[in-house]
Every structure is written in C-alpha cells, then in structure tokens.
C-alpha cells in the first residue's frame, strides 16, 4: 500500500496564484503524453506518486490526453482510486476541454454543450466529484465569448469545478475572457500557455493582463518539446519525440539554428551548476507572474531532476544579457 513521503512539502517551493488562495508547486506535472492506455502503467504511476512525493501537488489533465484521448484521465483515476483517494485534499486537478473529442459538431471548440458535457465525461473517467480546475482549452472564433465563460461559470456553480481557467488565449482574447468571468461573479484562475526560451509570445502583452487582472500564469512545454535538452546535440534519436510518432515535434523542427542555440545555452547552465532543463525552467519562473510550469517526463528521474531547478532560480543580469544575447542571434 501506497503511503507519502513524510517529507515531501520540506522542500518543495510554492507560490500564490494571481489573487487568490491557492498556492501551486513551482513545478507540476502534466500528463499530456506518456501516461496514456498506451503506456506501462506501472511507470505512470512511478512518476505520479513519485511526484507527489516530491511535493508537487498539482496534476494537470485534459479530455484528450493519451493517446487514445481520454486515456490518460483514466490512467489518473486508477492510480488515484489505488494509491491517492486518501490525499484528495492535498491535490490540484485540472482537465481542460476544447479541442476534438468526439465526433459530429458538439466534440470540440467552445460551446456550453461541449464544455459541460466533456467535464462530465472527465470526472467520470478520473472517478472525482469535482476538478480543482477547469480550463476552456483553446479561444473558439465562433462561439460567442459570453455562452463559453457561462459554462465555466456554470461548472463553478454546480460544484463540478472548483476554479476555472483558460489556455492559448492571447492579450486582447485572455481580457475579454477574464472581464466577462469577472461580470458573472466568477474569478479566472489561471492562464495557461505554451512559453519557453524558443517560444517568448506571452511577454509581448500577456502577462501584463495577467498582472492587470490578478490571474496567475502556468507555463507548458517549457522545455520547447525537448528542444531545450541535450536530448538532439547530436542528431534526432529514434527513441526521442522528434524520432517517433508524435504530431507535436516534427524533425524539421529540430533546426541546426536552434540545437546551436542550445548547445550555448547549455553552456551558461553549466556554469550555474544546472542542466539545460533546469536552466530553462528557472528561467521561466523568475517572471513574477508565472507562478508554476507544467514538465512532462517519461520516467520518473527526469521529474527529480527538473525539480532541482527549484534550488537556483536566481539570476544575475549579466546571465539574463548573455541569454538574451543567444536568444536574439
């Protein structure tokens, strides 16, 4: 039987999500690929009570995780039902909805019919009452704002969530969402977008909303797909995602431009006593508006090494010139 490290929140760092009372780990763990029907799910349980372990208390889901989608909530909900059901109240849950689920016009996008339908479906296959948070997963162009944050209110209001989120929203669209919350008596969050050194579009406006408004931020792939690793130096693995099937990183993606970009990075880690990956992670976290990342792992001694990122996220503005300086190249 399953019992928590004793230990585990002695050095684990959290912060304050915007204005509100939830701390988050600075570091937390999505479940985006590696833990779905897919997968040994010996090594998915591993690396999610090896993270609980470590203090990371929050568990980021979606409708679509997998593959096949919906696999990795069940993946969840059996190793919580197994190992985690007596620390519900220590843990932060989130799933989101908005990209393709099921067939015919209601299986995606930002309609109240497919939110709250999807949110059903998710605490059923995680055996919960409720979601700690619920995102609206991706902006729809089509759906009126106003029908899309009625739902997430509306989950609010039946108790199915208890906080609600958005994601891949951009300045303007993430203002909107979070003033039309706001009017419904609904506090947004957290804002979850993709942000890393490659991948810098939430500084040109994003986060001032987010500081505006009170709303906390949650970076993910911050290690830019693996890009931010050593993981390519020497050419595209097989066993790598770039390598396999993944529809996320193409090997053209994998350009000598950045691996050069990389590799120089790498360098400045190495001076700071660091990995790469630690160095791009605490590189995200010292903007003051982000209050955790989201790391993805295959095997539970990545998680453990991201986590030691947590013990130098300091930098000197000559390193931040250096970063910049290879960035902009």
Not at 11 to 33: A, D, E, F, H, N
Request: proline share 5%; charged share 25%.
């Amino acid at each position: 039987m399953y019992v928590a490290n004793e230990a585990r929140y002695d050095t684990m760092k959290y912060k304050r999500c915007g204005k509100s009372g939830i701390l988050l780990p600075r570091i937390s763990l999505g479940l985006w690929q590696n833990f779905g029907g897919s997968n040994v799910f010996e090594n998915s349980r591993r690396m999610v009570l090896g993270a609980f372990d470590l203090g990371i208390t929050h568990f980021d889901l979606a409708n679509n995780y997998g593959p096949p989608a919906g696999s990795a909530e069940e993946t969840f909900g059996q190793i919580l039902e197994k190992d985690l059901r007596p620390y519900r109240d220590e843990l932060i849950i989130s799933s989101k909805a908005g990209y393709y689920m099921w067939p015919g016009p209601y299986g995606e996008w930002g309609s109240k019919k497919n939110l709250l339908a999807s949110l059903d479906q998710s605490l059923q296959r995680m055996k919960l009452d409720y979601v700690d948070i619920f995102y609206h997963h991706r902006p729809d162009p089509d759906t009126p704002i106003e029908e899309t944050m009625d739902a997430l209110a509306t989950a609010v209001r039946q108790g199915k969530a208890l906080y609600v989120g958005i994601s891949n929203y951009k300045a303007q669209d993430a203002k909107t969402a979070i003033e039309t919350l706001k009017k419904m008596g609904v506090h947004c969050l957290i804002h979850q977008p993709s942000y890393s050194m490659f991948n810098r579009w939430v500084e040109d406006g994003l986060l001032d909303v987010l500081e505006e408004t009170g709303v906390g931020a949650i970076a993910f792939s911050p290690l830019a797909q693996g890009l931010l690793t050593t993981k390519y130096f020497s050419g595209i693995p097989e066993d790598s995602r770039a390598g396999g099937p993944s529809v996320f990183l193409k090997p053209e993606s994998v350009t000598p431009e950045k691996v050069e970009k990389a590799k120089r990075l790498n360098e400045i880690a190495k001076l700071r006593g660091q990995s790469l990956p630690q160095l791009a992670l605490a590189w995200i976290l010292r903007q003051e508006q982000m209050t955790s990342v989201i790391i993805g792992a295959s095997r539970l001694e990545q998680i453990e090494e991201n986590v030691r990122a947590l013990d130098h996220l300091e930098f000197t503005p000559e390193e931040l010139a250096q970063i910049d300086s290879i960035l902009n190249g």
